[in-house]
C-alpha cells in the first residue's frame, strides 16, 4: 500500500511564542494482529531529515493507546507492519479507531469519544475514503501511466480528478462538520495537489518516459498560475507538503523561464534570491531552507555554505531549522562538485583493470548499475544511442555494474551481439560497500559525471534513457573551471 507523503510544520513557531503540548490521544482495537508495533511518525521540522516515531505494543486482545503531544494541527502516519494510513490530530483530540491490521485504510473507522470530537473524527475518516479512492488508486495517479499523455489527455485528468476530489470533501464536510482547520487544510492540499502536477507536467514526463524528446505546451498552459489565491502564497495551506513542493518548483520554474539552467554555476544561488523576493511570510523561511537542502544534496558545499550564512542571518528561521542545516552540511562535505571523485576500480569482461586515472582529459559519465534488476536493464539499450550521439566529443560513457556475483553481468555483456557500446565493466566484490558508501548510493541505477581533471562535476546527472542527457553532457565539456571561477562573495 502506498503511503501519503507526510509533513508536520512548525511553522507558527515564527509567529507565536512556543503553544503548551497537549496531546492528542488514540485508542482503539485492530483484529487481525500479530507482533508488530503500531508506529506513529511524524515530522518535527520542515527541515528534517528523519522521521520521528513513536511506537507502543497491541494487546493480546487487539486493544491499544497512543499519544501525541501537539501544539497545532498536525499530520502523521499510523503503520501497521506494511499497511499505513494518513491521520490529521489537532490539540486535544481524543479518538477511538477499529479496523483490520492487515487492511487499515479499507477498514478503519473513527469514532468521536465525545460531541467535541466528532469533527476530528470527520476529517480522519474522510481521509480514509480519500486513500482508497484516489491516493492508493492508481489511475489518479501522475504515475506510472497517466504521465505518458499528451497536455491535453493530461489537462483532462488532472481537472476530473480534482472536480472528483472537490464533491468528495463537499459531501464529507456535509455528513459530519470539520474543524476550520482540517477544512482549510483539506480545501489548499486538492489545490495544491494539482497546481504542483500541472507544473512539473513537462519537467516530469521527460523524466520518465524513456527516449521521448521534451514536450512543448501550449503558450497559455501555465497561465494557471495566474489564478487568484495560487501564489505568492496560502498560509492555510501551510501543513501541506503538496503546497510546499509546489512553491519550491515554482521557484525553479521561475529560474529556468529567466534564462538560468539547471546546470549552471549559479543555479542555486539564483533560486535562493528568487525565493527570498517572490516568497512571503511562515513558507519564506521553509522553502528558502529546502533550496539550501538542495544545494548540499547536490554537492554544491561552497555555495551551500555562503546561502546557510545569510539564511542564519535574514530569513528570520528558528535556530533549530539553522542548526538542522549546518549538520546536513557537514555530513556531506566529503562528496561535493569540485573535489576530487572517490577511486573506483573496475574490471572489463576480458579480465583488463580500469581506473578513473584511465580517462583523465576526458568527461566521465559514469553510471552505477545492476544487471539484474529491471531498472537497470531499462537503461541499457540508450546506451548505443548516447554515444553515437557523443561520437567525437571528449566524453566517455562508463557503466559500472556492482552485481554480486558478477556472473549474470558477465555473460549478458561478453555474449551481447552486437556488443554493447561505451565502456562495459563491473566493480570487484571485495569493493562494492566501500564504492556505495563513497558514492553515497542508496539506489540503482545512478551517475555522477567527473570532470576531465578528475573532479566531481554532477551527482545527479539525468540516466541514459533521457534524450536530454546528451546535451547535459556536450554542455559539461569543460565546465569545471567555471565553478572554479565563482566568487564566494558574489553569490
Known sequence: MKALSLWLTSLTLLAAPVAAQTPAQLHGHLANTGTEKLLLSWWSQPLATHEQQRAVHVEANGDFNLSLPVTQPTLAQLSYGDEEMTIFLEPGDALELRGDAADLVATSKFDARDAANRPAAAANNYL???????????????????????EKGFLDFLNYRRDREQQLLKQASRHGRFSPAFQAYAEADIAYTYAEDRLTYVDLREQTVAGQPRIEVAPDYYDFLKEPGLL???????????????????????ARTTGHKATAPDYYPVCYELADRLLQAQARPVVLGRIVLETIRQGHIAHAQAMLTTYAATAHAPAGWVALLRSDLADNQSLSIGSVAPPVSLRTTDGQ?????????????????????????????????????????????????????????????AKARPPYTGV????????????????????????????????????????????ALQDDLKAAVGRAAAYRAVALNKL
Do not use: C
Open 353 to 413: 583493470a580500469l581506473t578513473l586515472a584511465d580517462f583523465k582529459g576526458k568527461l566521465v559519465y559514469l553510471l552505477f548499475w545492476d544487471s539484474r534488476f529491471p531498472a537497470g536493464q531499462r537503461e541499457l539499450p540508450y546506451v548505443k544511442e548516447l554515444t553515437t550521439a557523443l561520437a567525437g566529443q571528449p566524453i566517455v560513457v562508463v557503466m559500472a555494474a556492482l552485481d554480486e556475483p558478477p556472473t549474470a553481468w558477465h555473460q549478458k555483456i
Open 424 to 467: 562495459q565493466a563491473h566493480v570487484p566484490a571485495n569493493q562494492v560497500d566501500a564504492l556505495r558508501q563513497a558514492y553515497g548510493i542508496q539506489r540503482l541505477p545512478t551517475a555522477v559525471v567527473i570532470a576531465e581533471d578528475g573532479t566531481l562535476l554532477d551527482l545527479h546527472p539525468r540516466l541514459l534513457s533521457s534524450r
Open 232 to 254: 505568492p502564497g496560502n498560509e492555510l495551506a501551510v501543513p501541506s507538503q503538496h503546497y510546499q513542493d509546489f512553491l519550491l518548483d515554482y521557484v525553479h520554474y521561475q
Open 128 to 150: 480514509q475514503e480519500l486513500s482508497q479512492k484516489f491516493i492508493n488508486n492508481d489511475d489518479y495517479q501522475v504515475l506510472p501511466e497517466n504521465i505518458k499523455l499528451g
